[in-house]
């Protein structure tokens, strides 16, 4: 049966249309939102509050009207008190890093929506780093450890690190969460049998190489920042190699340029070495920068130097931020598909925080996205 057909008789003399609510200070509760809709308290829980599983049935025509009337009465569900109940909080945690904010705030914005859809809420934190004692322990006021246990005492469901685990940060995250486990990584997970979800960077490259080559460029050439230490920048130059690999140009042909620790900024100067090292001294006609940011600079040096962009050289930039679209030519880019990566990301969130949790096969525990290539004007 419909429980939207179950008419609650409320107080004797009460319209079942109408509101227990008095004019007072008084919060409304799920029971008047049940009288105010005339269906049954289990109805109202089962559209509000997301209880009582298929055994509470309601037409979409009586949940309308259910929102309603929680709308016209101002209710809110009390999640403390669910909380004490055993109730989920429908609260995920979020944790971000300092480096690449822009990409990642978008990120955020994109999980926060595909959360929302489904009832739920973020809350947020930022750590600038580890914070590590020369004991070699975790110091006191470490920000991520700080953060898991905020998150934990108010009852967060499950955590997305999203942030890169460098070298020597995996010992960091272990101390910091502890015994809380019902954690999602951006990347690879910082202990054996975690869950991560990761973008496809060398396919993304693998993509941009394809592209510039199947446009009439034989000499392309990627630019990088601190390849030796940071882990995706590797992953980058792996990848770059095996694409001109594919495309049967020798190892010698493989054009690279490190600006150094990624605290570089692309001041005139910088711009200035890494044209010169990649066009002017390797004679590359394509450019596959790190960055959206790096890659606008590129054409501002390159066309500073009378170099026609994408004719003389082609510009690829990578994370698809709002700047490149008003710089001229627009930029071809690296979109790295933050919807799909929210949704996944989201998958895994929700299942780590069941409570009786099936066992997830190895084979679900690290989820690729894959980017996607935007071709405009630079290239």
């Given at each position: 049966?419909?429980?939207?057909?179950?008419?609650?008789s409320?107080?004797?003399?009460?319209?079942?249309?109408?509101?227990s609510?008095?004019?007072?200070?008084r919060?409304?509760?799920?029971?008047?939102?049940?009288?105010?809709?005339?269906?049954?308290?289990?109805?109202?829980?089962?559209?509000?509050?997301?209880?009582g599983?298929?055994?509470v049935?309601?037409?979409?025509?009586?949940?309308?009207?259910?929102?309603?009337?929680?709308?016209?009465?101002g209710?809110?569900?009390?999640?403390?008190?669910?909380?004490?109940?055993?109730?989920?909080?429908?609260?995920?945690?979020?944790?971000?890093?300092?480096?690449?904010?822009?990409?990642?705030?978008?990120r955020?914005?994109?999980?926060?929506?595909?959360?929302?859809?489904?009832?739920?809420?973020?809350?947020?934190?930022?750590?600038?780093?580890?914070?590590?004692?020369?004991?070699?322990?975790?110091?006191?006021?470490?920000?991520?450890?700080?953060y898991?246990?905020?998150?934990?005492?108010?009852?967060v469901?499950?955590?997305?690190?999203?942030?890169?685990?460098?070298?020597?940060?995996?010992?960091?995250?272990?101390?910091?969460?502890?015994?809380?486990?019902?954690?999602?990584?951006h990347?690879?997970?910082?202990?054996?049998g975690?869950?991560a979800?990761?973008?496809?960077?060398?396919?993304?490259?693998?993509?941009?190489?394809?592209?510039?080559i199947?446009?009439?460029?034989?000499?392309?050439?990627?630019?990088?920042?601190?390849?030796?230490?940071?882990?995706?920048?590797?992953?980058?130059?792996?990848?770059?190699a095996?694409?001109?690999?594919?495309?049967?140009?020798?190892?010698?042909?493989?054009?690279v340029?490190?600006?150094?620790?990624?605290?570089?900024?692309?001041?005139?100067?910088?711009?200035?070495?890494?044209?010169?090292?990649?066009?002017?001294t390797?004679?590359?006609?394509?450019?596959?920068?790190?960055?959206?940011?790096?890659?606008?600079?590129?054409?501002?040096?390159?066309?500073?130097?009378?170099?026609?962009?994408?004719?003389?050289?082609?510009?690829?930039?990578?994370?698809?931020?709002?700047?490149g679209?008003?710089?001229?030519?627009?930029?071809?880019?690296?979109?790295?598909?933050?919807?799909?990566?929210?949704?996944?990301?989201?998958?895994?969130?929700?299942?780590?925080a069941?409570?009786?949790?099936?066992?997830?096969?190895?084979?679900?525990?690290?989820?690729?996205?894959?980017?996607?290539?935007?071709?405009?004007?630079?290239?």
């Amino acid at each position: 049966m419909d429980a939207g057909g179950e008419v609650c008789s409320g107080m004797p003399g009460m319209a079942s249309g109408s509101s227990s609510v008095s004019s007072g200070n008084r919060l409304p509760t799920l029971r008047d939102v049940a009288l105010a809709a005339g269906v049954s308290r289990s109805a109202a829980a089962r559209v509000l509050l997301g209880t009582g599983g298929e055994h509470v049935r309601v037409s979409e025509e009586t949940q309308a009207r259910i929102r309603a009337a929680a709308a016209r009465l101002g209710y809110a569900p009390n999640r403390l008190a669910q909380q004490l109940r055993g109730a989920s909080s429908r609260t995920l945690g979020v944790i971000v890093g300092s480096e690449n904010v822009r990409v990642m705030a978008e990120r955020v914005f994109a999980l926060e929506q595909a959360a929302a859809a489904r009832g739920y809420r973020l809350l947020v934190g930022r750590v600038p780093g580890p914070q590590i004692a020369e004991t070699g322990k975790i110091a006191a006021d470490d920000p991520l450890a700080g953060y898991v246990a905020d998150f934990a005492g108010r009852g967060v469901e499950s955590v997305l690190c999203l942030f890169d685990l460098a070298p020597g940060r995996d010992a960091w995250a272990k101390a910091a969460f502890g015994r809380f486990r019902k954690v999602v990584f951006h990347g690879r997970a910082a202990w054996r049998g975690g869950l991560a979800v990761k973008t496809d960077t060398a396919a993304a490259i693998r993509a941009a190489v394809d592209h510039v080559i199947a446009r009439g460029k034989k000499r392309p050439a990627l630019a990088l920042w601190n390849a030796a230490r940071d882990e995706l920048m590797e992953v980058r130059r792996a990848a770059f190699a095996e694409a001109l690999a594919a495309h049967g140009l020798p190892a010698a042909a493989v054009r690279v340029w490190d600006a150094g620790s990624e605290s570089v900024t692309p001041d005139p100067a910088t711009m200035d070495r890494g044209v010169e090292a990649l066009v002017g001294t390797g004679r590359a006609d394509a450019i596959l920068a790190s960055n959206d940011i790096w890659a606008v600079r590129f054409i501002q040096t390159l066309k500073a130097k009378g170099l026609r962009v994408p004719e003389d050289v082609a510009v690829i930039g990578h994370d698809d931020l709002d700047i490149g679209s008003v710089i001229e030519p627009p930029l071809t880019t690296i979109n790295p598909n933050h919807e799909a990566y929210a949704e996944a990301a989201l998958a895994l969130l929700l299942r780590v925080a069941e409570k009786n949790r099936p066992v997830i096969p190895a084979s679900r525990k690290v989820i690729m996205v894959a980017p996607r290539l935007m071709v405009r004007g630079s290239s």
